[in-house]
């Protein structure tokens, strides 16, 4: 009987050695550790042996059981594991994954929301689809005035479209503000403006602007030159200057135009230049007005810079229109 133990054990091994594929391990588990199988056959045989006997082919049929099975799982495991295709060599090098990072204007915008957001201007926002009353009339620029004119806005067309266009400036945010929130406010809007230009290097017929909007008791001139230099030392940097050059807009009264002392870059050289950067100014009393501000309680200031000129100024680009081509070899010099 061990004999024939050992003889068992040899063939069910090296049945089980010879087997190639997953689907064959069924048949072989039926005939060999199946409850009707050659295993069981030899465990019923073990009642005919000799008493004397019993202990040791008792123990012998335990150590083939468990030597069969064990080599079954091996092999289970062995063959579920191989690969389906063909091998694949894990050590090859991948292809590079490209890896994306915020476009320049993007990055310029987020610093001037992080600069103005740390001075204190909550982040207002406005459609870029607007009407009249906010783009125009509401910032004291009545009907019939010369800006108004076909030739320098996008009008919608159409009768139902009525006189909607594209915002041209994001002062339109300081009127829907002031419609909603009740002074003191002090916001800032960043966002997309339309006008009808031709395209060339320092045009283009959509850009971005920032708008600031301070409204409070008392407020002057003082507040609002105080508030440039904080904002052109943090974003420009402890050298940076402003001056501010007597101008006119309807909605502020005074006005000034704002130009920046920068370090430019050109053609590999820094270099510090007076640059204009936007308008600013006292809001016109006509604007609280408009927005049912009674002026002669509040004061306010407010500017509007234009970011591409910001973004090209500080990272020395030359051509406003590299910016909206996302040629990403552009792009990636400043990821
Ligand atoms: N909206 C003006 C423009 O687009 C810029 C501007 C000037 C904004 C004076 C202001 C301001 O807030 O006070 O040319």
């Given at each position: 009987?061990l004999s ?6 040899s ?6 050695a010879s087997?190639?594929?997953v689907a064959?391990l ?6 060999w550790?199946g409850s009707n199988?050659?295993l069981?056959d030899?465990m019923?045989?073990l ?6 006997l019993?202990?040791?082919?008792g123990k012998?049929?335990?150590e083939?059981k468990a030597?069969i099975e064990s080599?079954?799982e ?7 594991a191989?690969p ?6 894990v050590?090859e090098?991948?292809l590079?994954?490209g890896?994306?990072?915020?476009h ?5 915008i987020?610093e001037?929301?992080?600069v ?6 909550a982040v207002?926002?406005?459609p870029?689809?607007e009407d009249?009353?906010h783009?125009f009339?509401?910032l004291?620029?009545?009907d019939?005035?010369p800006?108004?004119?076909h030739?320098?806005n996008f ?5 139902v479209?009525?006189?909607?266009l594209l ?5 339109t945010v300081?009127i829907?503000a002031m419609e909603t929130?009740a002074?003191?406010?002090?916001i800032?809007?960043?966002g997309?403006v339309y ?7 320092t045009?283009f017929?959509m ?5 600031g ?7 002057s001139?003082?507040?609002?030159k105080?508030?440039?230099v ?14 501010l050059r007597p ?6 009264e005074p006005s000034a135009e704002?130009?920046?002392k920068?370090?430019?870059?050109k ?10 950067l936007?308008?600013?100014g006292?809001?016109?009393p006509n604007?609280?007005k408009a927005v049912?501000i009674?002026p ?7 500017f ?7 973004a090209?100024r500080k990272?020395?680009?030359g051509?406003?229109?590299l910016l909206?081509e996302?040629?990403a ?7």
């Open positions: 009987m024939q133990l050992d003889a068992l054990e063939e069910a091994l090296s049945e089980l087997l190639g594929e064959a069924e048949l072989f588990r039926v005939r550790i199988g050659r069981r030899a019923n045989e009642k005919s042996v000799a008493k004397e019993k202990p040791a082919v012998r049929l335990n083939v030597a080599a079954f091996f092999k289970r495991v062995a063959l579920s191989a389906a295709g063909p091998a694949i060599d050590t090098p991948g590079p994954a890896e994306g990072a915020r320049i204007l993007t990055k310029t987020d001037i929301v992080s103005l957001g740390r001075m204190g201007f207002a926002d406005g870029e689809l009249e009353w783009n009339n509401a004291n620029i009545p019939g005035h800006a108004r004119g030739h320098d009008f919608l067309g159409g009768e479209a009525g006189k909607l915002r041209t400036q994001t002062s300081q829907r929130m002074p003191p406010l002090k800032c809007a960043i997309r006008r009808p230009d031709t395209h060339d290097a045009h017929s850009f971005h602007q920032v708008e909007l301070c409204v409070d008791r008392n407020v001139m003082v507040d609002l105080t508030t440039l904080q904002f052109a030392h943090a974003f420009f940097g402890p050298e940076a200057e402003i001056r101008s006119f807009f309807p909605f502020t704002l130009d920046m920068m370090k430019i870059i053609n590999g050289v820094a270099e510090w230049k007076w640059i204009e936007g308008g600013c006292m809001v016109d604007v609280f049912g009674d002669e309680v509040w004061t306010g200031f407010a509007g810079l234009g970011i591409e000129r910001v090209m990272y020395g680009i051509d406003i229109r909206f996302n040629d070899r552009f792009l990636r010099q400043f990821a």
